[in-house]
């Protein structure tokens, strides 16, 4: 079945000129979100597992270089000081349904903690669309 995407029209308050209503598209189905996180790697295992027991069927992991308010961090090796300016995460992306993305974002931010600096982010954005390419499922049936 193929859906058709139809933009909803924006209006002008009377004599204003403002513009009011929502300029994004309606499909029909349900709203999703797209939840990214950037961790440490040593807490993949726990977050994919915390994951997994609230319902998350997939995600995908890149490993990841960056810095946030540490700037990178000292390193000795064999008695050699010297910086790493970037550190090694992992970067995990979601799409989830909306009425999960609450409990993915506590399931991240739970098991993903050490309480240090140097945690990781999590940032979650609206996600317009999603298609199962082999079935061609679109909205929250392709997730």
Known sequence: MSRVTVPMRRETKEGTGEKTGDHRTKTGTQDMKFVVAVIKPFKLDEVRDALSAIGVQGLTVTEVKGYGRQKGQSEIYRGAEYAVHFVPKLKLEIAVDEALAAQVVEAIQTNASTGQ????????LDLEQ???????????DAL
């Open 130 to 140: 999603a298609t199962r390419i082999r079935t061609g499922e679109a909205g929250a």
């Open 117 to 124: 600096i140097g945690d990781g982010k999590v940032f979650v």
